[in-house]
Protein backbone atom coordinates (compact mmCIF):
# COMPACT_ATOMS: atom_id res chain seq x y z
CA UNK A 1 0.00 0.00 0.00
CA UNK A 2 1.30 3.05 -1.13
CA UNK A 3 1.36 6.55 1.05
CA UNK A 4 -1.87 8.37 1.40
CA UNK A 5 -2.30 11.42 -0.64
CA UNK A 6 -4.52 14.67 0.04
CA UNK A 7 -4.86 15.15 -3.15
CA UNK A 8 -5.08 12.82 -6.67
CA UNK A 9 -5.56 13.86 -9.91
CA UNK A 10 -6.47 11.67 -12.93
CA UNK A 11 -5.37 13.15 -16.15
CA UNK A 12 -1.61 15.16 -16.70
CA UNK A 13 -3.65 17.48 -19.12
CA UNK A 14 -3.38 21.33 -18.11
CA UNK A 15 -6.66 21.23 -15.87
CA UNK A 16 -4.80 18.41 -14.47
CA UNK A 17 -1.06 19.60 -14.06
CA UNK A 18 -1.87 22.97 -13.06
CA UNK A 19 -4.16 21.93 -10.42
CA UNK A 20 -1.12 19.95 -9.27
CA UNK A 21 1.29 22.45 -9.15
CA UNK A 22 -1.41 25.06 -7.03
CA UNK A 23 -1.90 21.99 -4.95
CA UNK A 24 1.63 21.43 -4.20
CA UNK A 25 2.07 25.13 -3.25
CA UNK A 26 -0.76 25.09 -1.16
CA UNK A 27 1.16 22.29 1.04
CA UNK A 28 -0.67 19.64 0.09
CA UNK A 29 0.76 16.22 -0.62
CA UNK A 30 -0.70 15.22 -4.16
CA UNK A 31 -0.29 12.60 -7.08
CA UNK A 32 -0.92 12.91 -10.81
CA UNK A 33 -1.54 10.10 -13.00
CA UNK A 34 -1.50 10.30 -17.06
CA UNK A 35 -1.94 7.59 -19.16
CA UNK A 36 0.19 8.88 -21.71
CA UNK A 37 2.33 12.19 -22.05
CA UNK A 38 2.22 15.30 -19.39
CA UNK A 39 0.76 18.20 -20.85
CA UNK A 40 -2.19 16.31 -22.09
CA UNK A 41 -3.25 16.94 -26.16
CA UNK A 42 -3.22 20.64 -25.69
CA UNK A 43 0.42 20.44 -25.16
CA UNK A 44 1.31 17.33 -27.24
CA UNK A 45 -1.07 16.73 -30.40
CA UNK A 46 -3.26 20.49 -30.12
CA UNK A 47 -2.72 23.96 -28.94
CA UNK A 48 1.49 23.84 -28.99
CA UNK A 49 1.90 21.72 -32.50
CA UNK A 50 -0.63 23.60 -34.24
CA UNK A 51 1.06 27.07 -33.30
CA UNK A 52 4.04 26.06 -34.66
CA UNK A 53 2.75 25.16 -38.01
CA UNK A 54 0.41 28.08 -37.54
CA UNK A 55 3.78 29.99 -37.31
CA UNK A 56 5.79 28.10 -39.43
CA UNK A 57 2.84 28.59 -42.22
CA UNK A 58 2.43 32.66 -41.69
CA UNK A 59 6.38 32.95 -41.96
CA UNK A 60 6.38 30.95 -45.48
CA UNK A 61 3.83 33.28 -46.59
CA UNK A 62 5.22 36.67 -45.83
CA UNK A 63 8.05 35.07 -47.15
CA UNK A 64 6.67 34.92 -50.54
CA UNK A 65 5.54 38.66 -50.22
CA UNK A 66 8.76 39.85 -48.86
CA UNK A 67 9.63 42.18 -51.97
CA UNK A 68 7.72 44.55 -50.67
CA UNK A 69 9.93 45.22 -48.09
CA UNK A 70 12.98 45.31 -50.11
CA UNK A 71 14.05 41.56 -50.39
CA UNK A 72 14.81 39.47 -53.06
CA UNK A 73 13.72 36.33 -52.11
CA UNK A 74 14.38 33.87 -55.15
CA UNK A 75 14.30 30.12 -55.10
CA UNK A 76 13.04 29.26 -51.59
CA UNK A 77 13.63 26.12 -50.40
CA UNK A 78 10.78 25.18 -48.00
CA UNK A 79 11.29 21.89 -45.38
CA UNK A 80 7.98 20.42 -43.67
CA UNK A 81 10.13 17.97 -42.42
CA UNK A 82 12.42 20.43 -40.81
CA UNK A 83 8.98 22.23 -39.40
CA UNK A 84 8.20 19.14 -37.65
CA UNK A 85 11.78 18.67 -35.89
CA UNK A 86 11.06 22.08 -34.91
CA UNK A 87 7.56 21.02 -33.49
CA UNK A 88 8.99 18.33 -31.86
CA UNK A 89 12.00 20.34 -29.86
CA UNK A 90 8.90 22.72 -28.32
CA UNK A 91 7.10 20.03 -27.62
CA UNK A 92 9.93 18.22 -25.76
CA UNK A 93 11.19 21.75 -24.74
CA UNK A 94 7.74 22.18 -22.42
CA UNK A 95 6.64 18.85 -21.42
CA UNK A 96 10.13 18.33 -19.94
CA UNK A 97 9.72 22.06 -17.86
CA UNK A 98 6.34 20.87 -16.59
CA UNK A 99 7.50 17.65 -15.73
CA UNK A 100 10.61 19.41 -13.70
CA UNK A 101 7.85 21.74 -12.42
CA UNK A 102 6.33 18.61 -10.57
CA UNK A 103 9.19 17.35 -9.39
CA UNK A 104 10.74 20.68 -8.02
CA UNK A 105 7.16 20.93 -6.27
CA UNK A 106 7.65 17.03 -5.18
CA UNK A 107 4.56 16.26 -6.79
CA UNK A 108 4.15 12.51 -7.55
CA UNK A 109 3.68 11.77 -11.36
CA UNK A 110 2.63 8.05 -11.99
CA UNK A 111 2.28 6.85 -15.82
CA UNK A 112 -0.84 4.27 -16.87
CA UNK A 113 -4.06 4.21 -16.39
CA UNK A 114 -6.56 5.19 -13.47
CA UNK A 115 -9.41 3.98 -11.87
CA UNK A 116 -11.37 6.01 -8.90
CA UNK A 117 -13.03 2.68 -6.79
CA UNK A 118 -14.45 5.73 -4.57
CA UNK A 119 -13.87 9.23 -3.63
CA UNK A 120 -10.77 7.30 -1.27
CA UNK A 121 -9.19 4.94 -3.63
CA UNK A 122 -8.05 5.06 -6.91
CA UNK A 123 -5.97 1.74 -8.77
CA UNK A 124 -3.16 2.57 -10.90
CA UNK A 125 -2.39 0.40 -13.43
CA UNK A 126 0.97 0.85 -14.43
CA UNK A 127 2.36 0.22 -18.09
CA UNK A 128 4.91 -2.13 -16.54
CA UNK A 129 1.06 -4.41 -15.97
CA UNK A 130 1.49 -3.51 -11.61
CA UNK A 131 -1.91 -2.47 -9.98
CA UNK A 132 -1.02 -0.24 -7.04
CA UNK A 133 -4.03 1.00 -5.13
CA UNK A 134 -3.19 4.91 -3.92
CA UNK A 135 -5.28 5.80 -0.88
CA UNK A 136 -6.61 9.48 -1.12
CA UNK A 137 -8.55 12.13 0.64
CA UNK A 138 -9.41 14.05 -2.62
CA UNK A 139 -9.47 12.93 -6.38
CA UNK A 140 -10.01 15.45 -9.52
CA UNK A 141 -10.72 14.07 -12.51
CA UNK A 142 -9.24 15.74 -15.21
CA UNK A 143 -9.73 13.50 -17.83
CA UNK A 144 -9.79 15.48 -21.00
CA UNK A 145 -11.62 15.01 -24.31
CA UNK A 146 -11.89 13.23 -27.46
CA UNK A 147 -12.76 13.35 -31.13
CA UNK A 148 -16.25 12.96 -32.26
CA UNK A 149 -16.34 10.67 -35.25
CA UNK A 150 -19.64 10.50 -37.31
CA UNK A 151 -21.45 7.61 -38.72
CA UNK A 152 -19.76 8.29 -42.22
CA UNK A 153 -19.04 5.12 -44.24
CA UNK A 154 -15.27 5.22 -45.16
CA UNK A 155 -13.73 7.03 -42.60
CA UNK A 156 -11.53 4.06 -42.34
CA UNK A 157 -10.06 4.59 -45.03
CA UNK A 158 -6.12 5.04 -45.32
CA UNK A 159 -5.55 9.04 -45.68
CA UNK A 160 -8.59 10.16 -43.65
CA UNK A 161 -6.71 11.31 -40.92
CA UNK A 162 -7.44 13.61 -37.48
CA UNK A 163 -5.57 17.02 -36.79
CA UNK A 164 -3.47 15.11 -34.27
CA UNK A 165 -2.26 12.99 -37.05
CA UNK A 166 -1.99 15.86 -39.36
CA UNK A 167 0.72 17.15 -37.43
CA UNK A 168 2.55 14.25 -37.57
CA UNK A 169 2.35 13.57 -41.50
CA UNK A 170 5.92 12.91 -43.13
CA UNK A 171 5.35 14.78 -46.16
CA UNK A 172 2.91 17.77 -47.59
CA UNK A 173 -0.22 16.62 -49.95
CA UNK A 174 -1.26 18.59 -52.81
CA UNK A 175 -4.15 18.62 -51.81
CA UNK A 176 -6.50 18.10 -48.71
CA UNK A 177 -10.24 17.80 -47.95
CA UNK A 178 -11.02 19.25 -44.33
CA UNK A 179 -14.47 18.16 -42.59
CA UNK A 180 -15.80 20.55 -39.99
CA UNK A 181 -16.08 24.07 -38.86
CA UNK A 182 -15.15 24.70 -35.61
CA UNK A 183 -12.19 26.40 -34.81
CA UNK A 184 -9.64 23.15 -35.62
CA UNK A 185 -11.16 22.40 -38.63
CA UNK A 186 -10.79 26.33 -39.99
CA UNK A 187 -7.24 26.21 -37.96
CA UNK A 188 -6.25 23.40 -39.71
CA UNK A 189 -7.37 24.63 -43.42
CA UNK A 190 -5.80 27.64 -42.94
CA UNK A 191 -2.11 26.22 -41.71
CA UNK A 192 -2.25 23.83 -44.90
CA UNK A 193 -3.26 26.68 -47.22
CA UNK A 194 -0.14 28.79 -46.34
CA UNK A 195 2.39 25.96 -46.87
CA UNK A 196 0.83 25.46 -49.98
CA UNK A 197 -1.54 22.77 -50.20
CA UNK A 198 -4.86 23.17 -52.31
CA UNK A 199 -7.80 22.77 -49.52
CA UNK A 200 -11.20 22.56 -49.84
CA UNK A 201 -13.37 22.51 -46.24
CA UNK A 202 -16.34 21.25 -46.43
CA UNK A 203 -19.39 21.89 -43.97
CA UNK A 204 -22.37 20.07 -43.22
CA UNK A 205 -23.64 23.59 -41.54
CA UNK A 206 -25.04 26.92 -42.99
CA UNK A 207 -22.09 28.72 -41.39
CA UNK A 208 -18.65 28.64 -39.45
CA UNK A 209 -17.93 29.31 -35.29
CA UNK A 210 -21.66 29.65 -33.95
CA UNK A 211 -20.22 30.61 -30.70
CA UNK A 212 -18.91 33.76 -32.89
CA UNK A 213 -20.28 37.30 -33.79
CA UNK A 214 -21.51 36.62 -37.43
CA UNK A 215 -19.91 39.67 -39.25
CA UNK A 216 -16.36 39.02 -37.90
CA UNK A 217 -16.63 35.54 -39.16
CA UNK A 218 -18.29 36.18 -42.33
CA UNK A 219 -15.27 38.56 -42.71
CA UNK A 220 -12.77 35.62 -41.88
CA UNK A 221 -14.34 33.43 -44.47
CA UNK A 222 -14.07 36.51 -47.21
CA UNK A 223 -9.99 36.85 -46.22
CA UNK A 224 -10.05 32.57 -46.18
CA UNK A 225 -11.57 32.66 -49.66
CA UNK A 226 -9.14 35.23 -50.71
CA UNK A 227 -6.02 33.51 -49.94
CA UNK A 228 -7.13 30.64 -51.72
CA UNK A 229 -8.96 28.28 -49.54
CA UNK A 230 -12.35 26.22 -51.38
CA UNK A 231 -15.32 26.59 -49.21
CA UNK A 232 -18.47 24.21 -49.52
CA UNK A 233 -21.34 25.26 -47.12
CA UNK A 234 -24.50 23.25 -46.31
CA UNK A 235 -22.61 19.97 -47.56
CA UNK A 236 -22.79 17.09 -45.43
CA UNK A 237 -20.57 14.60 -46.44
CA UNK A 238 -21.94 11.14 -47.87
CA UNK A 239 -19.46 8.97 -48.18
CA UNK A 240 -15.47 8.59 -48.41
CA UNK A 241 -13.96 5.63 -51.38
CA UNK A 242 -10.55 5.24 -53.11
CA UNK A 243 -10.49 5.90 -56.23
CA UNK A 244 -6.68 5.31 -57.96
CA UNK A 245 -4.66 6.41 -55.36
CA UNK A 246 -6.78 9.18 -53.78
CA UNK A 247 -9.56 9.30 -52.09
CA UNK A 248 -13.22 10.14 -53.51
CA UNK A 249 -15.68 12.35 -51.37
CA UNK A 250 -19.14 12.15 -51.92
CA UNK A 251 -21.25 15.34 -50.67
CA UNK A 252 -24.47 16.25 -51.12
CA UNK A 253 -24.58 19.94 -52.30
CA UNK A 254 -26.53 22.94 -53.91
CA UNK A 255 -26.59 21.30 -56.81
CA UNK A 256 -27.30 18.03 -55.79
CA UNK A 257 -24.99 14.89 -55.30
CA UNK A 258 -21.68 16.32 -55.83
CA UNK A 259 -17.94 14.41 -55.93
CA UNK A 260 -14.47 15.87 -54.94
CA UNK A 261 -11.26 14.17 -55.09
CA UNK A 262 -8.13 15.11 -52.33
CA UNK A 263 -4.89 12.84 -51.05
CA UNK A 264 -5.74 13.28 -47.66
CA UNK A 265 -8.96 13.86 -45.64
CA UNK A 266 -8.78 15.44 -42.31
CA UNK A 267 -11.89 14.74 -39.76
CA UNK A 268 -12.73 17.33 -37.42
CA UNK A 269 -16.11 18.00 -36.57
CA UNK A 270 -16.01 18.68 -32.87
CA UNK A 271 -15.22 17.23 -29.51
CA UNK A 272 -16.31 15.43 -26.67
CA UNK A 273 -16.04 14.60 -22.87
CA UNK A 274 -13.94 11.53 -22.05
CA UNK A 275 -14.61 9.54 -18.77
CA UNK A 276 -11.10 7.94 -18.89
CA UNK A 277 -12.44 5.03 -17.88
CA UNK A 278 -14.29 5.69 -14.96
CA UNK A 279 -17.27 4.27 -14.22
CA UNK A 280 -19.25 7.18 -13.23
CA UNK A 281 -22.41 5.40 -12.12
CA UNK A 282 -20.82 3.21 -9.59
CA UNK A 283 -19.30 5.97 -8.17
CA UNK A 284 -22.45 8.29 -7.56
CA UNK A 285 -21.28 11.18 -10.04
CA UNK A 286 -23.82 12.71 -12.28
CA UNK A 287 -23.04 13.24 -15.82
CA UNK A 288 -24.87 13.44 -19.34
CA UNK A 289 -23.92 13.37 -22.81
CA UNK A 290 -22.13 17.08 -22.33
CA UNK A 291 -20.08 15.91 -19.55
CA UNK A 292 -19.50 15.27 -15.44
CA UNK A 293 -22.07 18.09 -14.10
CA UNK A 294 -20.18 20.49 -11.27
CA UNK A 295 -20.97 23.63 -9.24
CA UNK A 296 -19.11 26.88 -9.18
CA UNK A 297 -16.69 25.25 -7.00
CA UNK A 298 -15.60 22.31 -9.62
CA UNK A 299 -17.47 19.85 -7.32
CA UNK A 300 -19.31 16.55 -8.82
CA UNK A 301 -22.22 15.41 -6.35
CA UNK A 302 -19.86 12.77 -4.78
CA UNK A 303 -18.30 14.80 -1.87
CA UNK A 304 -14.47 14.44 -2.22
CA UNK A 305 -14.64 14.07 -6.07
CA UNK A 306 -14.08 17.11 -8.21
CA UNK A 307 -13.64 17.87 -11.94
CA UNK A 308 -11.89 20.01 -14.45
CA UNK A 309 -11.60 20.66 -17.98
CA UNK A 310 -12.93 19.29 -21.00
CA UNK A 311 -14.54 16.56 -19.21
CA UNK A 312 -16.94 19.03 -17.54
CA UNK A 313 -20.32 19.98 -18.44
CA UNK A 314 -20.79 22.47 -20.34
CA UNK A 315 -17.54 22.14 -22.77
CA UNK A 316 -15.80 24.65 -23.05
CA UNK A 317 -12.83 22.66 -24.69
CA UNK A 318 -10.07 25.55 -23.92
CA UNK A 319 -7.25 25.03 -21.86
CA UNK A 320 -7.12 28.44 -20.03
CA UNK A 321 -10.81 27.44 -18.95
CA UNK A 322 -9.26 24.11 -17.72
CA UNK A 323 -6.55 25.91 -15.79
CA UNK A 324 -8.80 28.20 -14.00
CA UNK A 325 -10.98 25.03 -12.96
CA UNK A 326 -8.43 23.33 -11.42
CA UNK A 327 -7.31 26.11 -9.79
CA UNK A 328 -10.62 25.96 -8.33
CA UNK A 329 -11.04 22.58 -7.70
CA UNK A 330 -7.80 22.99 -5.40
CA UNK A 331 -8.19 25.58 -3.55
CA UNK A 332 -11.17 24.46 -2.25
CA UNK A 333 -9.96 21.34 -1.06
CA UNK A 334 -7.27 23.56 0.64
CA UNK A 335 -10.05 25.20 2.77
CA UNK A 336 -9.98 28.38 0.62
CA UNK A 337 -13.44 29.51 -1.09
CA UNK A 338 -12.75 29.89 -4.93
CA UNK A 339 -15.26 29.80 -7.79
CA UNK A 340 -14.90 29.44 -11.62
CA UNK A 341 -16.69 32.06 -12.84
CA UNK A 342 -17.56 30.85 -17.26
CA UNK A 343 -19.42 33.94 -17.91
CA UNK A 344 -16.78 36.18 -19.53
CA UNK A 345 -14.17 33.47 -21.25
CA UNK A 346 -12.19 34.42 -24.41
CA UNK A 347 -11.74 32.60 -27.36
CA UNK A 348 -9.11 32.30 -29.66
CA UNK A 349 -9.21 31.07 -33.55
CA UNK A 350 -5.29 30.96 -34.76
CA UNK A 351 -6.38 31.20 -38.67
CA UNK A 352 -4.52 34.02 -40.48
CA UNK A 353 -5.58 36.72 -39.93
CA UNK A 354 -6.70 35.53 -36.39
CA UNK A 355 -10.13 36.10 -34.44
CA UNK A 356 -11.06 36.59 -30.88
CA UNK A 357 -14.09 37.31 -28.70
CA UNK A 358 -14.99 38.09 -25.49
CA UNK A 359 -18.68 38.38 -24.12
CA UNK A 360 -21.72 38.74 -26.42
CA UNK A 361 -21.73 38.52 -29.91
CA UNK A 362 -24.12 40.91 -31.98
CA UNK A 363 -26.53 38.54 -32.69
CA UNK A 364 -26.45 37.40 -29.17
CA UNK A 365 -27.07 40.35 -27.26
CA UNK A 366 -29.80 41.43 -29.72
CA UNK A 367 -31.90 37.89 -28.90
CA UNK A 368 -31.36 38.83 -25.37
CA UNK A 369 -32.72 42.12 -25.72
CA UNK A 370 -30.43 44.62 -24.37
CA UNK A 371 -31.33 48.42 -24.80
CA UNK A 372 -29.43 50.60 -26.32
CA UNK A 373 -27.38 48.72 -28.77
CA UNK A 374 -24.26 49.78 -30.06
CA UNK A 375 -21.19 48.85 -32.40
CA UNK A 376 -18.03 50.08 -32.70
CA UNK A 377 -15.85 49.46 -35.38
CA UNK A 378 -12.13 50.15 -36.36
CA UNK A 379 -10.74 48.65 -39.50
CA UNK A 380 -7.16 47.42 -39.29
CA UNK A 381 -6.54 48.96 -42.63
CA UNK A 382 -6.15 52.78 -40.94
CA UNK A 383 -4.06 51.23 -37.97
CA UNK A 384 -0.47 52.95 -38.89
CA UNK A 385 1.09 49.98 -36.60
CA UNK A 386 -1.18 47.44 -39.23
CA UNK A 387 0.09 49.07 -42.43
CA UNK A 388 3.70 49.41 -41.61
CA UNK A 389 3.81 45.32 -41.23
CA UNK A 390 2.35 44.83 -44.25
CA UNK A 391 -0.78 43.26 -41.89
CA UNK A 392 -4.06 45.24 -42.64
CA UNK A 393 -6.92 42.51 -43.05
CA UNK A 394 -9.77 42.76 -40.70
CA UNK A 395 -10.75 44.92 -37.55
CA UNK A 396 -11.60 45.61 -34.92
CA UNK A 397 -15.70 45.37 -33.34
CA UNK A 398 -16.95 46.44 -29.49
CA UNK A 399 -20.79 46.55 -28.84
CA UNK A 400 -22.03 48.23 -26.03
CA UNK A 401 -25.15 48.91 -24.13
CA UNK A 402 -27.71 50.70 -21.75
CA UNK A 403 -27.83 53.78 -20.76
CA UNK A 404 -23.84 54.35 -19.91
CA UNK A 405 -22.89 51.89 -23.04
CA UNK A 406 -20.95 49.08 -21.08
CA UNK A 407 -18.98 47.18 -23.06
CA UNK A 408 -20.53 43.44 -23.13
CA UNK A 409 -18.57 42.15 -26.46
CA UNK A 410 -15.03 42.80 -28.08
CA UNK A 411 -14.19 40.71 -31.16
CA UNK A 412 -11.17 41.00 -33.32
CA UNK A 413 -9.99 39.89 -36.68
CA UNK A 414 -6.75 40.54 -37.72
CA UNK A 415 -2.68 40.88 -36.55
CA UNK A 416 -2.46 39.60 -33.00
CA UNK A 417 -5.66 39.27 -32.55
CA UNK A 418 -5.20 36.60 -29.76
CA UNK A 419 -2.99 38.98 -27.55
CA UNK A 420 -5.59 42.35 -28.01
CA UNK A 421 -8.12 40.24 -26.51
CA UNK A 422 -7.16 40.29 -23.23
CA UNK A 423 -7.65 44.33 -23.13
CA UNK A 424 -11.38 43.25 -24.27
CA UNK A 425 -11.89 40.65 -21.51
CA UNK A 426 -10.47 43.44 -18.97
CA UNK A 427 -13.55 45.53 -20.12
CA UNK A 428 -16.17 42.83 -20.44
CA UNK A 429 -15.50 41.41 -16.83
CA UNK A 430 -14.79 44.71 -15.25
CA UNK A 431 -18.03 46.53 -16.93
CA UNK A 432 -15.94 49.13 -18.32
CA UNK A 433 -18.03 51.70 -20.73
CA UNK A 434 -16.99 52.57 -24.15
CA UNK A 435 -16.26 55.96 -22.71
CA UNK A 436 -14.05 54.77 -20.31
CA UNK A 437 -11.76 52.19 -22.33
CA UNK A 438 -11.78 55.66 -25.54
CA UNK A 439 -9.98 57.74 -22.77
CA UNK A 440 -7.08 54.98 -21.97
CA UNK A 441 -4.46 55.94 -23.24
CA UNK A 442 -2.91 53.88 -25.96
CA UNK A 443 0.84 53.68 -27.04
CA UNK A 444 1.65 54.79 -30.67
CA UNK A 445 2.02 53.24 -32.90
CA UNK A 446 0.56 49.63 -31.83
CA UNK A 447 -2.10 47.66 -33.23
CA UNK A 448 -3.90 48.40 -29.82
CA UNK A 449 -4.65 51.78 -30.85
CA UNK A 450 -7.50 49.92 -33.02
CA UNK A 451 -9.12 48.95 -29.60
CA UNK A 452 -9.19 52.54 -28.94
CA UNK A 453 -10.46 53.73 -32.09
CA UNK A 454 -13.34 51.09 -31.84
CA UNK A 455 -14.38 52.29 -28.48
CA UNK A 456 -14.16 56.08 -29.75
CA UNK A 457 -16.21 55.36 -32.97
CA UNK A 458 -19.51 54.06 -30.28
CA UNK A 459 -19.80 57.65 -28.30
CA UNK A 460 -17.71 59.95 -30.77
CA UNK A 461 -16.29 59.10 -34.10
CA UNK A 462 -13.00 57.03 -34.87
CA UNK A 463 -9.90 59.55 -35.79
CA UNK A 464 -8.17 57.93 -38.53
CA UNK A 465 -11.51 56.68 -40.09
CA UNK A 466 -14.50 58.11 -41.98
CA UNK A 467 -16.28 60.75 -39.52
CA UNK A 468 -19.75 59.39 -38.87
Not at 169 to 188: K, S
Request: glycine letters at 10%.
Amino acid sequence: MSEKYQVTIIGGGPGGYLAALRAASLGLKTAVIEKEALGGVCLNHGCIPTKVFTHGASLYKRIHSADQFGFNLDNIDFSFIRLQEKKKAVVKELTGHIAELLKNSKVDVFFGTAKALNSKQVVLSAKSGEETTLETDNIILATGSEEIFPPTPGLDLPGVITAWEALALDELPETMAVIGGGVIALEMASIFLNLGVKVTIVHRSERFLRRMDLEMVRRLSTYLRRNGLQIMMNTPVKMIEESEGKLKITVNGKKGEEMLEAEKVLLSVGRKASFGGQDLEVLGVEYDSGGIKVNSRMETTVPGIYAVGDVTAPGYFLAHVAYHQGLVAVENIAGLDAHFDGSVVPGCLFTDPELACVGMSEEEAKEKGFENLKTGKFPFSACGKAVTQGEEEGAVKIISAGQEQKVIGVHILGPHASDLIQEGTLAVTKGITASELSNLIHPHPTLSESVWEAAMAINKAPLHFGRR
